[in-house]
Nanobody
Framework: QVQLVESGGGLVQPGGSLRLSCAASGSIFSINVMGWYRQAPGNQRELVAT???????NYADSVKGRFTISRDNAKNTVYLQMNSLKPEDTAVYYCNAFMTPWYRTTSNYWGQGTQVTVSS
């Protein structure tokens, strides 16, 4: 069974930092794009950042210059370093990846989500 497991969420004061991690596990042949999305109460899920297997990145305008996405292909893990956090960054953050399990087709996978709360 292929799955994504996130960690690193929590409560932080405005201006603070958090680092999210997401590890893919299971019988994985390859992983293409990995990314982070977030969903605040009453809002739709939105893109935060993505990274390809080659390291090309893409960010939402609202997080450019504050968040950094990275990945360790050897560990099948993607990270999101979040600095200068604002109250409007409060949301459930979801890991996402296009993965190809052994002997199966490529599919889009989601983690269970981790809560990030920015508040004083």
């Amino acid at each position: 069974q292929v799955q994504l497991v996130e960690s690193g969420g929590g409560l932080v004061q405005p201006g603070g930092s958090l680092r999210l991690s997401c590890a893919a596990s299971g019988s994985i042949f390859s992983i293409n794009v990995m990314g982070w999305y977030r969903q605040a109460p009453g809002n739709q899920r939105e893109l935060v950042a993505t990274i390809t297997s080659g390291g090309s990145t893409n960010y939402a305008d609202s997080v450019k210059g504050r968040f950094t996405i990275s990945r360790d292909n050897a560990k099948n893990t993607v990270y999101l370093q979040m600095n200068s956090l604002k109250p409007e960054d409060t949301a459930v953050y979801y890991c996402n990846a296009f993965m190809t399990p052994w002997y199966r087709t490529t599919s889009n996978y989601w983690g269970q989500g981790t809560q990030v709360t920015v508040s004083s």
